[in-house]
């Protein structure tokens, strides 16, 4: 069992920038790959980011050049560093562990709660 606690997000003008971060549990973290998801009042669930085991990554188009994920092993611990943002990156935004190294933008696993992302403009 995996258990992903999300935290970071919060209310920053356009432009700004966040730090989320997702505390995991599970003995081979190491092993899977992460990601993270958001979703926007009244849209579905998109995918935004996700590193595999050794630390490639990949984005969706729209946040290419201004996120960035990464993880601490050691730590158990998934980071998006998100830069320069935009009022349609508001959105509730979920840490996602696959358990599989292969990166992959739909199939996890498990789920965070969310935390709440607002950019105002």
């Known amino acids: 069992q995996v258990q992903l606690v999300e935290s970071g997000g919060g209310l920053v003008q356009a432009g700004g920038s966040l730090r989320l971060s997702c505390a995991a549990s599970?003995?081979?973290?190491?092993?899977?790959?992460m990601g993270w998801f958001r979703q926007a009042p009244g849209k579905e669930r998109e995918f935004v980011t996700a590193?595999?085991?050794?630390?490639?990554?990949t984005y969706a188009e729209s946040v290419k050049g201004r996120f960035t994920i990464s993880r601490d092993n050691a730590k158990k611990m998934v980071y998006l560093q998100m830069n320069s943002l935009k009022p349609e990156d508001t959105a509730i935004y979920y840490c996602?562990?696959?358990?599989?190294?292969?990166?992959?933008?739909?199939?996890?696993?498990?789920w965070g709660q969310g935390t709440q992302v607002t950019v105002s403009s």
């Open positions: 590193i595999n085991w050794s630390g490639s990554t």
């Open positions: 599970g003995r081979t973290f190491s092993n899977y790959a």
């Open positions: 996602a562990a696959r358990t599989a190294p292969e990166i992959s933008t739909y199939l996890y696993d498990y």
